[in-house]
């Protein structure tokens, strides 16, 4: 029998039998008890090596214990089991220092493999952190969620740069609260920025602040979002979206946690956490030439992706009560059929969609406590369905190009020459009608209209506000 001391905390005797004999066959040494005032008192005196604790618990639960158990000298792994997995409890877990959050019934193998891995892995002994009583949640119970919600947890833990990949809609900045509020930096501020909003002349002086008279307007000076996130966390939003001279600006403060604010000469230091989000690949971005490589490098120290919720179908139901309490509606029921339809659908906006029909049809219900199918909106076409044969206005293309030759040879009939700018202006109404057809398509969603034209969104907008489109 090796010398690892293993405790395993559980009060159904069948399920601590199963585990017990589980860790037995490693060859560790193990016992077990069914209560966690128990669990503490034999983990101060027998000093285990790791602890399996379950969540729910005759009086005290596992999670309560947690803290006080990775208090200890020396400190165990722990880690956490639960028969009702949510992915509250598994952040929580892991945002406490657990060293992994298994669902059970759980597999012996799969048990024992977790159990090798915690024993022989450094992390298990950093140090935790508590998180806030209202940190943001991840609704839902599906295998992806609980898997993101695991490494949300992990991360919450570390204080390193991480780049939070998804769709739109899937909730990028609520992950990144979630870091945030779980984190040693949860005291501090969490200051947001939307890189694709703000127009490239503003953004330096968003970011980095500026003195009183270093351009027309600036009549006093004014920290900027790096300096307000002193101490706590920034996040960057559509990341991917910064303009070339903020991305050399950002890259240097990342290097040397230093900067100047506009028109000024002092050197500033703060100290702050980096979290990104993008939902375009940035490598991509990087082989174009439109990202630079060495801040992609410095933003992707860490990754979490989030799952599309097409992947996660089974988070409706729960999401959909949830939903419905934010929007001041928990007193509406949804009956079986709206429930089955809004799980059947493909969800292109993810969360967002979802949040939006459902406001949606809550109009539709008016002061009424049933929402049903009728109630629903009509799905937003998905990209596949915008690209359908049929989908498109019989000969369009056509009459387009028939209208264009019929321009041209005009012209060479009347001396050889096409009015000036006819060429700039009509590829402008193409492209203007180009634009204000996808804008319609995807609902006025800028985001899916630059994906679907193959444009950055800063791009879009500026094409938008000269075709007077915003």
């Not at 406490?96 to 892995?121: F, M």
């Not at 910064?242 to 002092?266: I, N, S, T, W, Y």
């Not at 634009?435 to 791009?459: F, P, S, Y």
Request: hydrophobic share 45%; net charge negative; glycine share 8%.
């Amino acid at each position: 029998m090796s010398d690892v001391r293993v405790l395993v905390v559980e009060d159904d005797p069948a399920m601590s039998l199963v585990v017990s004999a589980a860790v037995s066959e490693l060859g560790h040494e193990v016992e077990a008890v069914p209560t966690a005032e128990l669990a503490l008192d034999r983990a101060k005196a027998w000093r285990p090596d790791l602890v399996l604790l379950d969540v729910h618990l005759p009086g005290r639960g596992g999670i309560d214990v947690l803290p006080d158990l990775l208090a200890l000298e020396p400190r165990p792994a722990v880690i956490v089991l639960t028969a009702h997995p949510t992915a509250d409890n598994a952040i929580d877990a892991m945002a406490r220092g657990a060293a992994a959050h298994l669902e059970k019934p759980v597999e012996p193998d799969e048990l024992q493999a977790v159990i090798s891995r915690v024993l022989t892995s450094a992390a298990a002994g950093r140090p935790a952190a508590r998180p806030g009583d209202e940190a943001p949640r991840l609704v839902g119970r599906s295998r992806p969620l609980l898997d993101l919600a695991r490494r949300v947890g992990a991360l919450a833990r570390s204080d390193v740069s991480v780049l939070i990949r998804g769709e739109s809609g899937t909730g990028k900045e609520l992950v990144a609260r979630a870091i945030h509020e779980r984190s040693a930096r949860r005291a501090g501020p969490f200051v947001a920025v939307s890189c694709a909003v703000l127009p490239e002349p503003l953004f330096e002086a968003e970011l980095f602040g500026h003195e009183k008279g270093a351009f027309t307007g600036a009549d006093r000076a004014r920290p900027g979002k790096i300096e307000r996130a002193g101490g706590g966390t920034l996040f960057l939003d559509e990341v991917a979206e910064l303009p070339p001279r903020a991305q050399a600006k950002l890259l240097r403060f990342l290097e040397e946690r230093a900067f100047e604010r506009v028109g000024g000469a002092e050197l500033r230091r703060v100290d702050l956490r980096v979290l990104a989000a993008t939902n375009a690949p940035l490598e991509r971005r990087v082989e174009e030439g439109a990202f630079r490589e060495d801040l992609f490098y410095r933003l992707d120290v860490a990754s979490i992706e989030l799952p599309p919720l097409r992947a996660r179908l089974e988070d409706v139901p729960l999401l959909v009560e949830h939903l419905l309490a934010r929007a001041g509606r928990p007193d509406v029921a949804v009956d079986e059929a709206a429930l089955a339809a809004l799980a059947e659908r493909p969800w292109p906006g993810n969360v967002r969609e979802l949040k939006n029909t459902l406001e949606a049809a809550l109009v539709a219900v008016g002061p009424g406590r049933l929402l049903r199918a009728e109630h629903l909106p009509s799905p937003a076409p998905t990209r596949q369905d915008e690209g359908r044969p049929g989908d498109a206005r019989p000969g369009a293309a056509p009459d387009l190009a028939q209208a264009l030759r019929a321009l041209v040879r005009e012209a060479l009939a009347q001396g050889g020459e096409l009015e000036p700018g006819l060429f700039d202006r009509v590829r402008a109404e193409v492209e203007r009608a180009l634009i204000a057809a996808a804008l319609e398509a995807t609902g006025g969603n800028q985001v899916q209209t630059a994906r679907l034209l193959d444009m950055n969104r800063a791009t879009l907008r500026r094409k938008m506000a000269t075709y007077g489109l915003m």
